[in-house]
């Protein structure tokens, strides 16, 4: 059964008898104004109650401890064990193993998430609310889909300790290893505060390019003879741009538009995409225009 859904704007009073219409205008949006009010600051850090008791949801110490132990161990603690180590090049069969688990873990994503919302969900992609009463069968499905998500965002930690384990430092960047806390605190965080509602259309976003991108790094992996047809590296980032501009723009809507999502999540998810937005576009102008020779420089070299 499709999830209730919220109907846009609040509910007015009736006309008062002997109002007139400017009156009556002014106590209607008097009233709108409060209600709005009333629920995105009154409701600001309110919890979701349907799965506030499921293992790690809403568990502040398991989230910082997580994190800190994250960044210690791939910038401090790993970097110095791997010192006087050579590379560990032989656990390149295992990672090959899990990029690929992680290309068929987000398809099922994909697929799973749009069942449960725009395909069959009965959700609005232009504003869905939050109904927090919902414990429907689909409803739970979706918020319990959730949960596995941002346990293989987890798993996607694997990704740095690899570059650790192969001395590949140059990949460990602030970039890269922010990136990773700020996507596993914002499931966490989703989880504690509401995980489905408008913002299903960027988690099925995000997996979609976790296909893309494991799949470049599973065919990446298999050697030259395979990589000599990437040529589309550049575009991979091309698209995570694209992708930060989509969803920051969906996720205003709400800001404009009353249909019940709490604005808790615009504070978190808004400045976030700003930065990230930034800070690739830095990268990929580094790695792609800058780093490109001049076409002097690049014929002087051909001639020698």
Same mark, same amino acid.
């Given at each position: 059964?499709?999830?209730? $859904? ?23 949006? *008097? ?15 309110? $919890? ?36 006087d180590r050579k590379p560990y090049d032989n656990i390149k069969p295992f990672i090959q193993f ?42 739970? *499905? ?83 003879s395979v990589r000599k047809y990437l040529w589309w590296k550049r575009y991979l980032t091309q698209f995570q741009l694209v992708q930060f501009v989509i969803l920051f723009f969906h ?39 800058? *780093? ?13």
């Open positions: 059964r499709a999830p209730p $859904r919220l109907r846009f704007g609040n509910s007015l009073p009736a006309r008062r008898n002997g109002a007139t219409a400017a009156e009556q205008s002014v106590m209607e949006n *008097s009233t709108a104004t409060a209600a709005t009010t009333a629920f995105e600051w009154g409701d600001l850090f309110k $919890r979701d109650p349907r799965i506030a008791h499921w293992a790690l949801v809403g568990n502040t110490q398991f989230i910082v401890l997580l994190l800190a132990v994250y960044v210690y161990i791939v910038k401090i603690g790993g970097p110095r064990f791997m010192r899990y990029n690929a688990a992680m290309v068929l873990l987000n398809c099922y994503f994909v697929v799973a998430f749009l069942t449960r919302t725009y395909w069959g969900g009965g959700y609005s992609f232009f504003c869905q609310g939050i109904d927090f009463e919902a414990r429907d069968e689909l409803t739970m *499905s979706m918020l319990s889909h959730v949960w596995w998500y941002v346990l293989v965002r987890i798993a996607d930690f694997l990704d740095t300790l690899f570059f650790v384990l192969r001395k590949k430092e140059s990949h460990v960047s602030v970039l890269h290893v922010v990136h990773h806390v700020l996507v596993v605190f914002n499931g966490w965080f989703g989880l504690a505060y509401g995980a489905d509602g408008h913002v299903a259309f960027g988690i099925i976003f995000n997996s979609f390019v976790h296909v893309v991108m494991y799949s470049y790094y599973f065919l990446s992996s298999l050697g030259p996720m205003t809507i709400p800001l404009f538009v009353n249909c019940g999502y709490p604005l808790v999540h615009m504070c978190i998810t808004l400045p976030q995409g700003i930065f990230f937005f930034v800070m690739f576009l830095k990268f990929y102008g580094k790695a792609y225009i800058r *780093s490109r020779p001049q076409p002097r420089v690049e014929a002087k070299v051909k001639a020698q």
